[in-house]
């Protein structure tokens, strides 16, 4: 039987009925340059022994690396009950949840989603998730500008010591909406943003919003209070971008500064989502109460039906694209179901102590393995500051070389911070979550002093077989 | 049957307008209106000092069944917004000639009021809609 059930002589009929010649011309509307036509670079389909041979063999190449690799994605232990509890059939499905009489328990799940969430940022409004870390931060933004009415500016201040990823996707999404996005620089000894870097890029300009990352890419602390503050003073919005696991042992951004930040975001992924080489992931979006109007997404409320019983539903949809059309929030208000699905009982599993144990235990590691490191003649910690789980190391020699080195020897070493900051060249940014024993870590030491020690001694006469 | 007093003036857009008589009016949503749209839970009223076009959105309500722009009657500035519907919403329901007010509006051309329909027009209007 087929998959799609239309037949031949069914369209035909249907063409026919609307006057219509072929399924091609109900696309008329959309000019020729924008058709790409065929999909030449799609392969013919495969038979299923072929596929499976195909897969496996990818597979075997990526190998199983030990990961010291953070830089946004985190290698942290997933409950073995968390996605046998999500592929459930009652759970396995990403759409929302629009019929609240038939989908009490994931609506219910949701609403646990938005709880952990608020529990976690401080603020009091949550959605039930975006796509992704950075376009969070994008809708974020345009949230700001849109709310922040007393200022009547298009400028947000982002530091460059947030994610390059985020820069890029804020920049990709916000500037063609008439959105200015400034950059303010780091302090080279500390790693961290100091206001008057934020001074000095904004001078006397309006800011609709400032953007904090606690902690920052480079793995280092914020003075959150201090920078909330002076964003606050100058009539800006603030949106904090947080890790998740990293909140259950820092300040939350509620209580940033005098009066807390306005919005926060960040990346679920860390909360029981796989690696899976980049995807897909889950955003989390988080605001004041006196926001959640411009906030975009799915947000599920509990209220009581008739017979006063409580119940779980989607709510303010009227700020969405199925009824607000083109003046909806955003047109990328999706979330993330099954993914926040896992994440939820991700949560659930590791309680709150839990979820501190696995802070504290990547913050300790994280420690031990720059200790390790750093006694390596040549190899020394970049930013004085404070670190969370993340922590930026200077090499002596390039970067990408000893990285390739440490890979062909299984060792995912960290992420070179010269593709995106040329001027702290070589460098690593590298972490160690709660999945890394100590052995893990010696042997990354290991490897990494004698790979050092082959690029940095004096040049042998002979020149060895593989590098 | 929705009311229409015959002293105000409205638009296509069902938004009552009320001549102040010193270069300002009074703007909000006709009964007819806020009896389509339904409860209502949410209004954006416009900043205070916002210079508008006629027929330009300027604020936003927001009932259990769908999200509505209103439009700016005439140009003008706006010089005061009714802050009683940020927490009570539903004074549109109520009274919408009355508390439900939405905003007042100075008038680059005071004249330009006598363009705006007569209450017989828009009675006419909404018959022929209904």
């Known amino acids: 039987m087929p998959f799609i059930p239309h037949t031949d002589e069914d369209i035909a009929a249907m063409l026919a009925a609307i006057g219509v010649d072929s399924i091609d011309a109900l696309f008329d509307e959309i000019p020729p340059g924008l058709r790409i036509g065929e999909l030449a670079a799609i392969p013919a389909g495969l038979a299923e022994m072929d596929i499976a041979r195909l897969m496996q063999s990818r597979a075997r190449e990526d190998g199983q690396p030990l990961c010291f690799i953070g830089a946004g994605a985190y290698d942290h232990h997933i409950p073995a009950a968390v996605w046998q509890i999500a592929t459930r059939g009652e759970f396995y499905s990403a759409y929302t949840p629009y019929q609240a009489e038939a989908s009490q328990g994931t609506l219910q799940l949701l609403f646990e989603f938005q709880s952990m969430m608020t529990a976690l940022t401080g603020l009091e409004v949550s959605n039930a998730s975006m796509y992704d870390g950075a376009s969070a931060l994008a809708e974020a933004v345009l949230m700001a500008v849109r709310a922040n009415r007393k200022v009547q500016s298009n400028r947000v201040l982002v530091p460059r010591a947030l994610h390059p990823a985020y820069r890029r996707v804020v920049k990709a999404i916000c500037e063609p909406q008439g959105i200015e996005i400034l950059e303010a620089g780091f302090d080279r000894a500390g790693g961290h943003t100091p206001v008057e870097a934020l001074e000095a890029v904004a001078g006397d300009s309006q800011l609709a919003a400032v953007v904090i990352n606690q902690p920052n890419f480079f793995g280092v602390l914020e003075e959150v209070d201090e920078l909330t503050d002076w964003a606050r003073v100058r009539g800006a919005l603030v949106i904090g971008v947080v890790n998740p696991v990293a909140l259950a042992v820092l300040k939350p951004p509620g209580d940033w500064g005098t009066d807390g930040a306005d919005i926060a975001c960040g990346e679920a992924q860390p909360l029981g989502i796989p690696l899976a080489s980049g995807g897909p992931y889950a955003g989390l979006l988080c605001c004041k109460k006196d926001l959640v109007r411009q906030m975009p997404g799915r947000i599920v409320g509990r209220t009581l039906d008739l017979d006063g019983k409580p119940g779980f539903t989607l709510t303010l949809q009227a700020r969405e694209q199925h009824i607000r059309r083109s003046k909806a929030t955003s047109n990328i208000c999706t979330n993330q179901g099954l993914l926040v699905t896992a994440a939820t009982i991700h949560l659930a599993i590791l309680g709150a102590q839990g979820l501190e144990r696995v802070a504290a235990s990547c913050h300790a590691n994280t420690g031990r393995l720059v200790d390790l490191l750093t006694a390596i003649p040549g190899v020394e910690p970049l930013f004085g500051h404070q670190v969370f789980h993340e922590r930026a190391l200077r090499l002596p020699a390039p970067a990408a070389d000893i990285l390739r080195s440490l890979a062909a020897h299984s060792i995912l070493g960290g992420f070179d911070l010269g593709l995106d900051y040329p001027e702290l060249d070589p460098a690593i940014l590298v972490c160690a979550t709660e999945l890394r024993t100590e052995e893990e870590m010696q042997a990354y030491a290991t490897k990494l002093a004698r790979v050092i020690a082959t690029r940095t001694q004096a040049r042998c006469p002979v020149e060895p077989k593989f590098s | ?130």
């Open chain 2, 1 to 130: 049957m929705s009311e229409v007093p015959a002293d105000l003036r409205y638009t296509k857009s069902h938004e009552w307008v009320k001549d102040n008589g010193d270069g300002t009016v009074t703007v909000g949503i006709t009964d007819h209106a806020q009896e389509a749209l339904g409860d209502i839970v949410f209004v954006e009223t416009p900043e205070v000092g916002r210079q508008v076009d006629a027929e330009e959105p300027c604020a936003v309500v927001e009932s259990v069944k769908a999200a509505s722009d209103i439009y700016a009657p005439l140009a003008g500035e706006i010089v005061d917004a009714n802050q009683v519907l940020a927490d009570t919403p539903d004074a549109i329901n109520q009274d919408p000639y009355g508390d439900g007010w939405i905003f007042t509006l100075r008038l680059k051309d005071p004249g330009a009021l006598g363009t705006l329909l007569d209450a017989d027009a828009y009675q006419a209007l909404v018959d022929e809609e209904s």
